[in-house]
């Protein structure tokens, strides 16, 4: 990634606002994304270097391989680092123009290894070519409740036999108080990363109407409906879990 892009610091919800209006990914979020999600999910970092890792295992030659939702193509460079010695095509896809404009410009002086095309569209509507692996990270909690499965079938019905969903995803705990635990112990990881009671607020009541998160027994059960003939939960930080999901 460029040297000339320094990382800018999420002060978005720093001072107190009159009124909290929708979250939206513009150019203000595209401009501090990095340092936003960073802070905001925990073991974020990790988790892309380690998909770079499980890449390895089900991108095929000369395959085609999807980001979906891919902001500021975090999974995609790791994918590319990660996929040395293998010949396949990266494509990201993100319904934001500011995250696709930001990527390219942190990306510019970056030497792609393997061929990368970003386009701007809903992945709801994107056609989707045979590939071997697709990852949408943080995305689909962002799609209304109703689209999800139709999504979902939509990768999978692309994917080669063999092939592999990641599919990261913000849930809520099956168990009540389970739940409550969880979501106080994300708002401590919040506040040791440097985020006021203030930010935490105006960030919840900013998202909280556009991302409607489900049970992990809702996740679990919609992946298998749709087909995948394994399910695994592998990666989990507080309630932000990854689920690889097989063909």
């Not at 770079?52 to 999807?66: D, F, I, M, P």
């Not at 607020?201 to 995948?228: C, H, Y």
């Amino acid at each position: 990634m460029s040297d000339n892009q320094p990382l800018s610091a999420d002060s978005i919800y720093a001072q107190k606002l009159t009124k909290v209006d929708d979250f939206r990914f513009d150019s203000g979020v595209a401009n501090v994304f990095t340092d936003m999600i960073n802070r905001s999910i925990p073991s974020y970092a990790e988790l892309v270097k380690y998909i770079g890792l499980l890449a390895q295992r089900y991108v095929t030659e000369k395959s085609v391989v999807y980001d979906l939702g891919c902001s500021l193509g975090a999974v995609s460079l790791s994918i590319d680092q990660s996929l040395k010695n293998r010949d396949c095509t990266l494509i990201g896809v993100d319904y934001s123009q500011a995250m696709i404009e930001r990527l390219s410009l942190v990306t510019q002086e970056y030497q792609w290894l393997h061929q990368f095309n970003s386009h701007v569209a809903d992945i709801r509507e994107f056609e989707l070519q045979a590939n071997s692996f697709t990852v949408m990270n943080f995305v689909l909690q962002f799609l209304p409740q109703e689209d999800r499965e139709q999504m979902l079938q939509k990768v999978y019905s692309a994917l080669n036999q063999g092939g592999a969903l990641v599919l990261s995803e913000k849930i809520k705990l099956d168990n009540s108080q389970d739940d409550e635990l969880i979501f106080d112990l994300h708002h401590d990881f919040k506040r040791s990363q440097g985020y006021s009671d203030l930010e935490i607020s105006q960030k919840r009541d900013a998202i909280e109407d556009m991302m409607k998160i489900d049970s992990e027994s809702t996740q679990l059960e919609r992946l298998k409906s749709v087909g995948f003939s394994k399910v695994i939960k592998w990666h989990q930080a507080y309630n932000f879990v990854s689920y690889l999901a097989v063909k």
